[in-house]
């Protein structure tokens, strides 16, 4: 089966679960997860298809949900448009920080990418006046359609794999395009990709610059969905546990990529006695993926396909 139609199956097989789960607590945990499946996808491309490391995509969360939140409360903007509006700013911030921070490569593309993300954190820590600082920002509206308001678990939970399902088919779009081609041509050999006259640094601009637009209408829509952001949220460890779920998904894989990050969203609240060394049980797994499956479950689901 072809990896896009079984992650459709899979992201449907989550909507129509929303019809028969009526605990709210996990309605609740795996709409969030959902909102980490659409932060990872994007990350996912970046990483999996450009080969572009990113350690500060936290700070991109973070500046969807903060600037939505900020223009709904404090300029009334409609939360619809100030979630678009934000998710284009940051998407306009990363085509410009991006554009002297990819012709850094390896480690010191990866250490940029982890100052930003700080920088970021830091502002959202210390502007109180604008965010709250880090007794957090509240007052957003609800989220509405008309007189349909998403005022409860079921309603959002239905909704958010909705958005999943649409980013997950704009993400094989871009995979299966020239664009695509493009950008795995450059993942693999970034000398021969030059040589057929791929623009490489433009390339990997705009791929960092959309992942940074998943990222953003994921806080928007996390923003909006608790009705409270706090710094704490989009701290360095939570940009990590990003990188790890690709990673262990598969870093070419969405499918994989979709498994796992529902999965690892899901486990720090099922398993609370292990959320305080979460950081090591991230850690170990990805020890243990890069020792058994260098290319993430997805390529464990591919290898084993041709096999057999």
Do not use: C
Request: no cysteine.
């Amino acid at each position: 089966m072809k990896e896009n139609v079984a992650s459709y199956l899979l992201i449907g097989l989550f909507f129509f679960s929303g019809f028969l789960i009526k605990n709210p607590f996990i309605l609740n945990m795996i709409s969030i997860a959902a909102l980490t499946v659409i932060v990872v996808m994007g990350l996912n491309l970046l990483l999996g298809y450009a080969g572009q490391v990113s350690l500060g995509h936290a700070g991109f969360v973070a500046l969807g949900a903060y600037l939505s939140s900020i223009l709904a409360i404090k300029f009334n903007v409609n939360p619809w448009l100030s979630i678009f509006v934000s998710s284009i700013l940051t998407f306009l911030f990363a085509l410009i920080i991006g554009y002297p921070t990819l012709k850094l490569k390896g480690h010191y593309l990866a250490m940029a990418t982890l100052a930003i993300g700080e920088i970021i954190y830091i502002f959202a820590n210390n502007l109180v006046n604008l965010t709250g600082g880090h007794q957090g920002l509240t007052g957003m509206p609800m989220l509405s359609i008309g007189n349909f308001v998403f005022n409860n678990e079921r309603k959002f939970f239905l909704f958010v794999w909705v958005v999943v399902f649409l980013f997950a088919f704009l993400s094989f779009r871009i995979v299966n395009s020239h664009f695509g081609r493009a950008l795995k041509a450059i993942h693999e050999k970034e000398l021969a990709a030059l040589s057929f006259g791929v623009n490489v640094h433009l390339y990997k601009v705009i791929i960092f610059s959309l992942s940074a637009f998943y990222a953003a209408l994921a806080g928007g829509l996390y923003a909006f969905y608790l009705g409270f952001i706090s710094p704490s949220s989009f701290d360095l460890l939570k940009s990590i546990n990003y990188v790890v779920m690709a990673f262990v998904g598969g870093i070419d894989s969405i499918f994989g990529s979709l498994i796992v990050t529902v999965v690892l969203s899901s486990l720090p609240n099922i398993l609370t006695f292990l959320q305080d060394y979460w950081p090591i049980v991230n850690g170990s797994l990805l020890i243990v993926a890069a020792m058994f499956m260098p290319k993430g479950l997805g390529g464990f689901i591919r290898w084993k396909r041709e096999i057999f």
